[in-house]
């Protein structure tokens, strides 16, 4: 299977993370670069760099107020007296509608959803190649490849048009969707990280040309806690093509894979000719934020289900942080799904 990262990605360095009001280190390290590619190259993935294709198609998802602030907020940072070593957002608007401030701190309370997204030096680089390796992976299948992996880190799935949040900047899978849909295929995204892809299902909420499905820890008391719950179908054109399936915490290998049959046969109904897997490994039962209890074992059985789909398939690197069997359970949903 074919796979694509970039060097660059590595230069995103987050220091810090607030979680229950206490600061803590942040767990999106870059060590989880090491981990996830050591595991995608024991399933027999060939890495390659991805090639450079501007920012046309990540400004097809971000608006350009978006990108212009992701570009330039950590220099203008520097210029604050006593300011910290990143940017993290103290003050958010009440509503998007709401003025847009000229002020540095401003601008960061508008488009940082929350204190899991340090911009730091290396930050805007990172993200940039991140999205560049999900869209040459999706223009793999787009010049006839079955299926390839994306290492992309910094993830992707918590970032909307012009917000970022949960350790996100940029919305990989969705632009590589988009790149998909462009050139006249019918893509569905399927997430199936432990934290719902509420920024996925914001870009596309209300469209009819792109599947959003989602399999997740109940937001009900976890994170993203506002977004992810059964009853968001989608509004307007895109009503009826959103589907969440949040699962009670601690949800084990059996019912999560009952859960995901009926995930896997809404994109079925929605004649998909291409599917992007947003894949989080953060379902693991030991992983650090023990949402759900999937398996190092079921997650090979996750992998041959997606393949039964038999579209040409992208898996994109969502969440999945740092514990011992982080590179193994790659390894296992790869193999699970080249295997079948």
């Given at each position: 299977?074919?796979?694509?990262f970039?060097?660059?990605?590595w230069?995103?360095?987050p220091?810090?993370?607030?979680?229950?009001g206490?600061?803590?280190?942040n767990?999106?390290?870059?060590?989880?670069?090491?981990?996830?590619?050591?595991?995608?190259?024991?399933a027999?993935?060939?890495?390659?760099?991805?090639?450079d294709?501007?920012?046309?198609?990540i400004?097809?998802?971000?608006?350009?107020?978006?990108?212009?602030?992701l570009?330039n907020?950590?220099?203008?940072?520097?210029y604050?007296?006593?300011?910290?070593?990143?940017?993290?957002?103290?003050?958010h608007?009440?509503?998007?509608?709401?003025?847009?401030?000229r002020s540095?701190?401003?601008?960061?309370?508008y488009h940082q959803a929350?204190?899991a997204?340090?911009?730091?030096?290396?930050?805007?680089?990172?993200?940039?190649?991140?999205?560049?390796?999900a869209?040459?992976?999706?223009?793999?299948?787009?010049?006839?490849?079955?299926?390839?992996y994306?290492?992309?880190r910094?993830?992707g799935?918590h970032a909307?048009g012009?917000l970022?949040?949960?350790?996100?900047?940029l919305n990989?899978?969705?632009?590589?969707?988009?790149?998909?849909?462009?050139?006249?295929?019918r893509?569905?995204?399927?997430?199936?990280?432990?934290?719902?892809?509420?920024?996925?299902?914001?870009?596309?909420y209300n469209?009819d040309?792109?599947?959003?499905?989602?399999?997740?820890?109940?937001?009900?008391?976890?994170?993203?806690f506002?977004?992810?719950?059964?009853?968001?179908?989608?509004?307007?054109?895109g009503?009826?093509?959103?589907l969440?399936?949040?699962?009670?915490?601690?949800?084990?290998?059996?019912?999560?894979?009952k859960?995901?049959?009926?995930?896997?046969a809404?994109?079925?109904?929605f004649g998909?000719?291409?599917?992007?897997?947003?894949?989080g490994?953060?379902?693991?039962?030991?992983d650090?934020?023990?949402?759900?209890?999937?398996?190092?074992?079921?997650?090979g059985?996750?992998g041959?289900?997606?393949?039964?789909l038999?579209?040409?398939?992208?898996?994109?690197?969502?969440g999945?942080?740092?514990c011992?069997?982080?590179?193994e359970?790659?390894?296992?949903?790869?193999?699970?799904?080249?295997?079948?």
């Open positions: 299977m074919k796979a694509f970039d060097d660059r990605q230069h995103h360095d220091k810090h993370f607030m979680s229950n206490v600061v803590q280190p767990p999106e390290q870059p060590a989880r670069i090491e981990m996830l590619h050591s595991g995608a190259v024991s027999g993935c060939r890495f390659e760099a991805p090639q294709a501007g920012l046309g198609p400004a097809a998802i971000h608006s350009p107020e978006y990108l212009t602030f570009q907020i950590y220099k203008r940072w520097q604050i007296d006593g300011g910290g070593e990143e940017v993290i957002p103290n003050i608007p009440a509503n998007r509608s709401d003025s847009y401030p540095a701190v401003g601008q960061a309370g929350d204190t997204c340090p911009i730091a030096e290396g930050t805007w680089e990172a993200a940039y190649w991140s999205a560049q390796s869209i040459s992976g999706a223009d793999s299948l787009i010049d006839g490849g079955q299926s390839a994306v290492l992309s910094p993830p799935h909307f012009d970022a949040g949960g350790f996100c900047f990989n899978s969705a632009i590589a969707a988009e790149r998909l849909r462009a050139k006249g295929l893509p569905a995204i399927l997430d199936v990280d432990v934290h719902h892809g509420n920024g996925t299902q914001g870009i596309f469209r040309d792109v599947l959003t499905v989602s399999l997740h820890a109940d937001p009900e008391r976890f994170y993203p506002f977004w992810g719950h059964a009853h968001e179908r989608g509004a307007g054109a009503l009826g093509y959103n969440n399936l949040p699962l009670a915490r601690g949800t084990k290998d059996a019912d999560f894979l859960t995901l049959d009926s995930a896997l809404r994109v079925q109904a998909a000719d291409a599917v992007v897997i947003a894949l490994l953060d379902t693991y039962i030991d650090p934020f023990k949402g759900l209890a999937v398996t190092t074992e079921g997650f059985r996750i041959a289900a997606v393949a039964g038999g579209v040409p398939t992208l898996l994109v690197q969502e999945g942080y740092l011992d069997e982080l590179g359970n790659l390894t296992s949903v790869l193999s699970g799904f080249q295997g079948a």
